[in-house]
């Protein structure tokens, strides 16, 4: 049975750091894209960051709004993914939920949110001003 499970959520004013980790069971991340997504009250839930493989290259991507304040990587010996957040704003407060999705060789290259499979359960990320 698959299962991710998130952890690492907290409050924390604005322009500090949270770390999310997002460990999985049931399936390897060697073989799926990886990412974490956001959801907002009142907004509807987007993509954040995504983790996949080209080759034996890593490839990320990251939406704009942050880009050079987060990073996604992942511990396949740990079955780990995390998602680092430095300089957070209060635009960043939302449900945090890590995904995955099995895919060819592990590439994300084309793939939105209805396309990932696996979900957590989510985790709450609070930035005050």
């Known amino acids: 049975q698959v299962q991710l499970v998130e952890s690492g959520g907290g409050s924390v004013q604005a322009g500090g750091s949270l770390t999310l980790s997002c460990a999985a069971f049931g399936f390897t991340y060697s073989s799926n894209c990886m990412g974490w997504f956001r959801q907002a009250p009142g907004k509807e839930r987007e993509k954040v960051a995504t983790?996949?493989?080209?080759?034996?290259?890593?490839?990320?991507s990251y939406v704009d709004s942050v880009k050079g304040r987060f990073t996604i990587s992942r511990d396949n010996a740990k079955n780990t993914m995390y998602l680092q957040m430095r300089s957070l704003k209060p635009e960043d407060t939302a449900m945090y939920y890590c995904?995955?999705?099995?895919?060819?060789?592990?590439?994300?290259?084309?793939?939105?949110?209805?396309?990932?499979?696996?979900w957590g359960q989510g985790t709450q990320v609070t930035v005050s001003s």
């Open positions: 983790l996949g493989r080209s080759g034996t290259i890593y490839r990320t």
């Open positions: 995904a995955a999705v099995p895919a060819s060789g592990g590439s994300c290259l084309g793939l939105t949110l209805p396309d990932f499979d696996y």
